[in-house]
């Protein structure tokens, strides 16, 4: 495992997280992986905060979506040469030490991407998380072909394969820039045949809002589906 957290990188995309995004960057930066921090035109010291902590932080200058936060991140750790890209939320949700815990699970099952696994029941999860996550995890386990039951956790592993053949050929399968974009990419990463493997990881819901615009949200969802059957 310490051979591939060399070959490792972390992406967190954020809008206005400053409450928190220094803890999260300093923590993880303690395990020797660098951290890069996207920040999607946030109006409070998200930047600021990330770089004093020890991020390397690119800026969208205006918000553009979690999406291109994530592409944009995505683009610079290929660049830099890293085999494993990891995203976590920049809201302290997730544990800094479920780093460690990616990293194992892809060498031990050789997984293509890793993906957290939360507990999926509306006493552990507030009630609009839980219903949206039901709802796209069986959209993305149908659209897959391999079921998922948890398809929204931010908590994700990919290798550097998986990307760029999804992303960054010339005719890239993933198009979507917000909140579906993570949907899409993992519905082409096992449509695709590449290893998605979940795990159990713990989260902290800090009482934050969540960021979900349920009308615009789901409309951009269910024209992605569109797009995907049409293409295929």
């Not at 060498?107 to 839980?130: C, N, T």
């Not at 592993?157 to 899409?184: A, C, H, I, N, Q």
């Amino acid at each position: 495992m310490e051979n591939n957290r060399d070959r490792a990188i972390i992406v967190i995309p954020a809008f206005n997280e400053a409450r928190a995004i220094g803890r999260v960057v300093r923590e993880l930066c303690a395990y020797g992986v660098p951290v890069v921090v996207v920040d999607d035109g946030s109006t409070d010291e998200t930047s600021a905060r990330a770089r004093d902590a020890g991020a390397v932080v690119l800026s969208n200058g205006a918000n553009q979506g979690k999406g291109v936060a994530l592409l944009k991140g995505f683009k610079y750790a290929l660049e830099q040469g890293r085999e494993f890209i990891l995203t976590f939320d920049g809201d302290g949700q997730h544990s800094p030490s479920l780093l460690t815990t990616l990293l194992r699970s892809q060498e031990e099952s050789r997984a293509d991407v890793v993906i957290g696994r939360r507990a999926m029941s509306w006493r552990a999860m507030p009630p609009l998380r839980f219903a949206t996550n039901r709802c796209t995890s069986a959209v993305v386990t149908w659209m897959g072909g391999q079921r998922l039951t948890d398809t929204q956790c931010g908590l994700r592993l990919f290798r550097d394969e998986v990307l760029r053949t999804l992303l960054f050929e010339r005719r890239p399968k993933v198009v979507s820039r917000r909140y579906d974009f993570e949907s899409e990419l993992l519905i082409e990463a096992c449509y695709h045949k590449f290893r998605v493997v979940e795990i159990s990881v713990p989260t902290l819901y800090n009482g934050a809002a969540s960021s979900i615009r349920p009308f615009v949200d789901t409309v951009r969802f269910f024209r992605m589906m569109a797009r995907i059957m049409w293409r295929r």
